[in-house]
């Protein structure tokens, strides 16, 4: 249930932005029918969909679902620039912030780009996935405090979102840009109204 709220969050933005992408929708549709003999299983899920997987990683970089977290420090340390942090003092991390950073993701930042995720950005088609650090995209933490169902979260949003985009075309009602809603877990305002019909594979 902890992950209820936040998976459909990233889900919800996901949609919205191949809404707004239809080359990338049409591209994930792709690799999705490319499976359509293959099961939806753990092995598929976790390993085949990697411009899905990707795909998920630029939604939640530029609309994470918790986009603020703080942590206590244990003990007398200092932080990575040298600023000092007293034990017991509060440490607050802006993930929202982070992913729209320049100095970390360049000057196209706010761009939804999925294939910034791939080893070789320009033939993502057959590369493999950039271990990107967790430090720098913290949607799931890191270190010691890394969140325990961050494959199972994949993992489900794969299957659902592949289900749904292997069947249905899905369809904003309205063309205006959504609100997203800063609160303990971040969603869009009013949610996602659509319109769904089936997918016609032989366009």
């Not at 209820?4 to 549709?29: G, Q």
């Not at 939640?60 to 340390?77: E, G, T």
């Not at 912030?97 to 000057?107: F, N």
Request: charged letters at 25%; proline letters at 7%; one cysteine or more.
């Amino acid at each position: 249930m902890a992950g209820r709220d936040t998976t459909s969050a990233a889900m919800t933005w996901l949609f919205w932005l191949l809404s707004c992408h239809p080359v990338i929708e049409k591209e994930l549709v792709k690799e999705i029918n490319n499976m359509e003999k293959i099961l939806l299983d753990y092995e598929s899920l976790n390993k085949e969909l990697k411009l899905l997987k990707a795909s998920l990683c630029e939604s939640m970089r530029l609309y994470p679902p918790v986009l603020w977290d703080s942590k206590h420090a244990m003990a007398d340390d200092l932080l990575p620039d040298g600023t000092p942090v007293q034990a017991g003092d509060r440490v607050t991390y802006f993930p929202y912030g982070m992913g729209r950073m320049e100095a970390l993701w360049g000057e196209d930042w706010y761009e939804f780009r999925p294939s910034r995720w791939f080893v070789e950005p320009a033939s993502y088609h057959e590369g493999s996935l950039k271990k990107v650090c967790p430090y720098k995209f913290p949607v799931f933490q890191a270190g010691p405090r890394v969140c325990l169902g961050k494959e199972m979260a994949f993992i489900q949003m794969n299957y659902v979102v592949a289900s749904i985009l292997r069947q249905f075309e899905i369809k904003p009602v309205v063309s205006e840009k959504p609100v997203f809603m800063p609160l303990f877990t971040a969603h869009m305002a009013g949610g996602l109204k659509v319109v769904i019909q089936k997918r016609d594979h032989s366009r």
